[in-house]
C-alpha cells in the first residue's frame, strides 16, 4: 500500500507507532493454530515477555511488532497512537480479534475496561460452508464457524495421535 512508502530525504528512524503494512497484518492473523477455547495461537515465535512477534524489512530497517498488534491492524486497521491491544483472554499468543480489545496505555496498566471500539457485522456472503461472513471495521472478512471447525477437527487430531489410533485410523 502506497501510504507505508517511506520517503528517502526523511529521516529513517521507525515511526512510532509502526505502521504495520497490510501483507504484514494479514500473515500475522493467519498463521495461527486455533485453540478448542476460541484462541487463535499464532505460529510465529515468542519473544521473552510472552507475546510471539513479527517482523519485515522496511527501506532497510527491521520492524518487528507484536503479532496480536498487526493482527488487530488486519481486522480493524492501524492502532492509533497511544493505544494498546489487551488480550481479554489471557492468552499472550492470542491473534483471534475477537480476544482482543483497544485500549489506552493507562487502562490496560490499571486492568480497566475497554475502549469503545466497532464490531464486525454480519454481511450477506456466505462462505464455501454457508456460514454468514463477518465483515471487520478494516474490511477484512471472516467466517467464525469455519474458524471454530478447523479447531475442532485439530483437537480430534491432536487426541487420536495422543492416543496413539492414528495409525489404526488411517
Ligand atoms: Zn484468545
Ligand atoms: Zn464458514
Known amino acids: 500500500m502506497r501510504m507505508f512508502r517511506s520517503d528517502p530525504r526523511k529521516s529513517r528512524m521507525p515511526q512510532n507507532p509502526i505502521l504495520i503494512p497490510e501483507r504484514v497484518a494479514e500473515r500475522a492473523a493467519t498463521r495461527i493454530d486455533v485453540t478448542e477455547e476460541g484462541c487463535w ?16 524489512q522496511d527501506g532497510g530497517y527491521r520492524q ?7 493482527s488487530w491492524v488486519h481486522f480493524h486497521g492501524q492502532i492509533p497512537p497511544g493505544m494498546t491491544i489487551d488480550h481479554r483472554c489471557r492468552n499472550r499468543r492470542c491473534v483471534n480479534p475477537d480476544h482482543l480489545q483497544l485500549m489506552t496505555n493507562v487502562k490496560n496498566a490499571r486492568g480497566g ?11 450477506d456472503e456466505r462462505c464455501s460452508r454457508g456460514h454468514i461472513v463477518l465483515r471487520y471495521p478494516s474490511g477484512a472478512k471472516h467466517c467464525r464457524e469455519c474458524a471454530q471447525e478447523w479447531a475442532r477437527r485439530k483437537a480430534a487430531r491432536q487426541l487420536l495421535k ?6 489404526q485410523a488411517a
Open 64 to 70: 518487528v511488532v507484536t503479532a496480536h498488534r498487526a
Open 113 to 123: 475496561g475497554g475502549f469503545h471500539q466497532q464490531k464486525p457485522v454480519p454481511t
Open 41 to 56: 495461537e499464532s505460529t510465529y515465535s515468542v519473544a521473552s515477555h510472552g507475546y510471539a512477534q513479527i517482523g519485515w
Open 162 to 167: 495422543r492416543s496413539g489410533l492414528e495409525d
